[in-house]
């Protein structure tokens, strides 16, 4: 069932949560709506939901215009982020609720329901949680079961808040892989809402990037990350390397350094260039006018990649450099060494308002 | 723990006051104990039966005792269910739903707490007293309400108003929304949604509103003396036989009926500490492991 979102708008008093939202989600996608706190994206869901109504616009579900159904006739399962599982119900209740409200005509035998919260409950991988509490399931295990009963009314449409916010590191990744696999055999249209853009662009089939209750920029996770629309975007996706100069005959200046920028020919006086930590080289010696020349200071080991942190010398400001383990051991880097870096890869954004207010490198 | 060596002297525990300071306390809180709660309560049950069980017994089955206990049990009879739901519903509202007005109605709830009960029962009797705003149509219609059952019932009520109310409307807020959205998603209407998710989440908070409303509602004194008349056999309350009684010089008697009232409190207080118990244990139950 595909989902499409046109033109809605949705204040909550004098904050506008989300301004003109348009979006086409096809039948059987997995889409991540990613955006900072604040961006509007759950509001987004919880529209899509019928959990909120937009001011204007319309939702349509396969065609059909839903944006006044009741949330209990759109068929939906929606997936909280604090789980909301019945308090008061085993775990079998729990799933087995959505087919126990039907009315008694669509209502299945209780021979049928127990059938099915079994296959659920072992679809989960938790079966034999059935007669407990959610009060004795950890984190994890709730969500899974909130999943399972979402999808035990069968929804045309799985909606999923932040599923994996409230859980640790290391579930959360085992938690979202599940997700995907899940998705990849059930093909059911679905939407979830993340601050994570790790978790985006592992479990997405599309990335749609919100902020301040506008789209920034719809695409595949590789499109999002290798050709971010937007600064926002660049710099909500990973960390990043601000460098301010000018635009002159296709080269980048940077204070005295130039360097080639391939496919920006246009003249600009004033220019920010973006550089992720990854693509920029450290060089012992000066190459021609090409790399700029810094001080190390400051040298972290995360894992498998070192983190360098530089200071420019001509206007001090403070560079990221991200390299494997590997490479930085043959270069034999030294805190208060001086250095020249060169970007491997710069992108400047059209001007646009707000364009300066960026911040800092991350 | 650890394999470290501590050095060996003995933990001192900081936080913890002197000993003699802490027996001065414990005693004093023992003292003021017996002084207002355990002697009185001895008293009550030492006259009620300082002239043998049968004076005891006979003042309790004496007709005016009767139609009082009777009169007393009507009035929460009616009183406590109807507050029941008319709690249900303003802790429902105020907690689940914003609406313009939400303070206000917040505020009225506890009116009733902040009024002395004589002025509730005087606001009656203005109201719907022969000389008050509504009493000639009353009249004319040939309904008594002052000085009759109504009256005693419409006070016990407005006295006893907000105690549903005042307890479940904390504990509504503080489990949010959540699991009724997750309800009204998956198909269910309003009624099984209140049905099956808000009220067994509300359950032991309700019943512990419940009772506190009926100990109210069954001693209530203030409120109910003015509007009732004091009419022997008809409007007199188990509170107000009591007054009767003792300004007679009945004492034994009147103690005797003080009795039911005193072990109402008693009963109340045991069903208030077990639910105290069970909505801790629920609060414990539900907080997140991970």
């Not at chain 1, 009963?149 to 290391?170: C, M, Q, S, T, Y």
């Not at chain 2, 606001?123 to 040939?142: N, Q, T």
């Not at chain 2, 032991?204 to 001693?219: D, E, P, T």
């Amino acid at each position: 069932m595909s989902i499409t979102i046109r033109n809605i708008q949705k204040s909550f008093g004098q904050f506008k949560a989300l301004k003109n939202i348009n979006l086409e989600i096809g039948a059987g996608e997995l889409v991540a709506l990613l955006g900072p706190s604040g961006c509007g994206k759950t509001t987004l869901l919880r529209i899509i939901a019928g959990l909120e109504t937009p001011d204007t616009g319309v939702i349509l579900f396969h065609g059909e215009n839903t944006t006044h159904m009741h949330v209990r006739d759109r068929h939906v399962g929606f997936v909280f982020q604090h789980y909301a599982l019945f308090r008061h119900m085993t775990v079998f209740e729990n799933i087995a609720f959505g087919l126990r409200v039907r009315p008694k005509e669509t209502r299945p035998s209780d021979a049928e329901i127990r059938r099915k919260v079994h296959d659920l409950l072992n679809l989960v991988q938790l079966d034999w949680l059935a007669d407990r509490y959610p009060a004795q399931l950890s984190g994890g295990q709730r969500q899974r079961i909130a999943l399972a009963r979402a999808l035990a009314v069968e929804p045309k449409v799985l909606l999923l808040d932040e599923p994996f916010g409230a859980l640790d590191a290391k579930v959360r990744k085992e938690l979202r892989r599940w997700l995907r696999r899940l998705h990849d055999e059930l093909h059911i249209t679905s939407v979830f809402v993340t601050h994570d853009q790790e978790e985006a662009l592992e479990v997405a089939d599309r990335v749609v990037v919100l902020n301040e209750g506008q789209i920034e920029q719809i695409g595949t996770p590789d499109e999002v990350y290798d050709h971010p629309a937007t600064p926002f975007v660049y710099q909500f996706l990973g960390d990043v390397n601000l460098f301010h100069g000018r635009v002159h005959e296709g080269q980048a200046r940077i204070g005295d350094v130039q360097l080639e920028l391939p496919g920006s020919p246009e003249r600009r006086d004033s220019a920010v260039f973006y550089a992720r930590p990854h693509e920029i080289d450290i060089l012992r010696e000066p190459d021609g006018q090409a790399a700029i020349a810094a001080q190390i200071i400051d040298i972290r080991a995360l894992g498998a990649t070192v983190r360098v942190e530089l200071e420019r010398q001509d206007d001090h400001g403070i560079v990221e450099v991200e390299m494997s383990r590997d490479q930085f051991n043959s270069k034999d880097l030294d805190r208060g060494e001086s250095v020249y870096l060169q970007p491997k890869r710069l992108r400047v954004f059209a001007e646009r308002n707000g364009e300066e207010n960026l911040g800092s490198a991350a | 723990m650890s394999a470290i060596a501590a050095p060996s002297v003995p933990a001192r525990r900081v936080n913890v006051e002197p000993l003699p300071v802490r027996w001065l306390l414990i005693g004093l809180a023992l003292l003021f104990l017996v002084g207002f709660l355990f002697l009185p309560l001895a008293v009550v049950f030492g006259q009620a039966f300082s002239k043998g069980w049968s004076v005891y017994w006979a003042a309790l089955v004496e007709p005016n005792a009767l139609a009082a206990i009777r009169l007393t049990l009507t009035a929460a009879l009616i009183a406590v269910p109807l507050n029941m739901v008319f709690g249900l519903a303003a802790a429902w509202s105020i907690a689940k739903f914003e609406f313009p007005g939400k303070s206000l109605l917040i505020t009225l709830i506890d009116l009733p707490f902040s009024v002395s009960p004589v002025v509730s029962g005087l606001i009656y009797v203005l109201l719907f007293g022969l000389h008050g705003w509504l009493g000639p149509w009353l009249h004319e219609h040939d309904i008594q309400l002052i000085f009759a059952v109504p009256g005693i019932v419409l006070a016990t009520i407005f006295v006893t108003f907000p105690f549903v109310a005042r307890e479940l409307i904390p504990l509504m807020q503080s489990q949010g929304t959540e699991e009724e959205e997750a309800a009204m998603v998956l198909g269910a209407s309003g009624w099984q949604t209140f049905w099956h998710v808000t009220l067994p989440n509300v359950k032991w908070g309700l019943l512990y509103g419940v009772i506190l409303c009926n100990a109210r509602a069954m001693g209530e004194f203030g409120a109910v003396s003015v509007v009732s008349g004091h009419i022997r056999g008809l409007t007199n309350t188990i509170p107000l036989h009591v007054e009767i009684l003792y300004n007679e010089y009945n004492t034994a008697a009147a103690f005797a009926v003080a009795s039911l009232l005193a072990m109402l409190a008693l009963v109340t207080l045991a069903a208030k500490t077990a639910l105290e118990w069970r909505l801790k244990q629920q609060a414990t139950q539900s907080t997140p492991l991970a």
